[in-house]
């Protein structure tokens, strides 16, 4: 395999160090929990080799209310990251080929590209409302296509795919005989009511999640992939097994605990997103230099500046980090040009996320062409 680095990962926060950025509208998760504000009993954990699926409980409790799920069709893995790159690195080789819903998270084309499989790309626009065209998607499959891999809601715009259209994709996979990825790190962070895992929906589709986006658990490195495919399960274990073995018994533990009072810490995060996202939206709303489709979940938006043609963008994130102190993700993290920016608004403070927004701004005031 043909590793690249990837640009969101070499030019990240803790890449550039967290002391140099003051307002980190960067990150694409809730604020990061502090250890002492979770309420946790260890002292008598086993530090030994567990379950190579993964603690049996933290597997029941993931699955749980989910129809068609039990603990069998969940294998915990170390962050969602290396849930994709056992699926991609499972499913595909050089001779295979994938559909990207794109922009789509780095991990979900880089990893495939180091396979050296062949991939198209369902361009997604923001004339279009970032919406998939589900015809388009259908048309590319190909007799050696082995899945479709979208995020949803959509990393790093936010959107949200109709139920309709979620099905449709699914049908799809069912219908072609591949499968459908569907990385749902943000599922329980819709602005409505969140659809069921895509895995409970059909054994042609493989949801993706982890405790690092929507709990502010990253640090713990813990994640999972869901399928009721027995036979792919088989092959995603065998992965698990011959990259790492097993998870960090810590790491399950701590979220164990941490999933099991779930609706005491929800709450707080819930009410902070939405604290968080009404100042982005009437900021975002007098800023008459940029405009968005609003998002329907997770914690991220994909804002770009109107007059692109004018506008400097090289200037824009020098003046944006060095004088004002703020962090953004630019478009070329996805592929897209660099006068589109994801902005993540749920790991800053209220106050910290307000001065950032100002440092946007005034970053703007001096990044056009005269």
């Not at 001779?95 to 991939?119: M, Q």
């Not at 994640?223 to 018994?249: D, H, P, R, Y």
């Amino acid at each position: 395999m043909m590793y690249k680095r990837m640009a969101i990962e070499k030019e990240s926060p803790e890449e550039m160090g967290y002391s140099n950025i003051r307002y980190n509208l960067a990150e694409s998760s809730v604020t990061d929990f502090i250890l002492k504000d979770i309420s946790l009993g260890l002292q008598d954990l086993s530090l030994c080799y567990t379950d190579h699926r993964g603690k049996p409980e933290l597997r029941e409790l993931i699955c749980a209310g989910h129809k068609n799920l039990d603990k069998n069709d969940v294998l915990l893995t170390v962050g969602a990251a290396s849930a994709l790159f056992i699926i991609a690195s499972s499913l595909l080789t050089s001779a295979d080929h994938l559909i990207v819903v794109h922009p789509n998270y780095a991990t979900n084309i880089e990893t495939p590209r180091a396979i050296g499989s062949a991939i198209s790309y369902i361009s997604l626009s923001f004339e279009n409302a970032w919406q998939p065209d589900i015809a388009a998607l259908e048309k590319a499959v190909q007799a050696n296509t082995k899945y479709i891999s979208i995020t949803h809601p959509h990393n790093p715009t936010g959107m949200m795919l109709s139920r309709e259209n979620l099905d449709k994709i699914i049908r799809i996979a069912e219908q072609k005989g591949i499968y459908v990825l569907v990385d749902e790190t943000y599922r329980e962070l819709s602005l409505t009511s969140p659809y069921p895992l895509a895995a409970s929906l059909s054994s042609h589709a493989i949801s993706v999640s982890s405790v690092s986006k929507a709990y502010g658990l990253p640090g713990l490195r813990l994640g999972w992939l869901v399928t009721k495919n027995e036979e792919l399960m088989e092959k995603f274990l065998a992965a698990k097994e011959q990259i790492f073995i097993t998870n960090s018994v810590l790491d399950e533990e701590i979220a164990l605990q941490f999933l099991l009072e779930k609706e005491r810490y929800w709450k707080s995060i819930k009410a902070h997103i939405q604290t968080n996202f009404s100042l982005l939206e009437k900021w975002i709303q007098a800023e008459s230099r940029l405009e968005w489709i609003k998002p329907g979940g997770g914690v991220v938006c994909f804002p770009r500046v109107k007059d692109a043609a004018n506008f400097n963008t090289e200037r824009f994130y020098d003046l944006l980090l060095r004088q004002y102190g703020t962090m953004v993700g630019p478009g070329h993290w996805f592929e897209m040009p660099d006068h589109y920016m994801r902005m993540g608004y749920a790991w800053p403070g209220y106050e910290d996320l307000a001065k950032g927004l100002a440092g946007i701004s005034a970053a703007l005031d001096k990044s056009f062409y005269s």
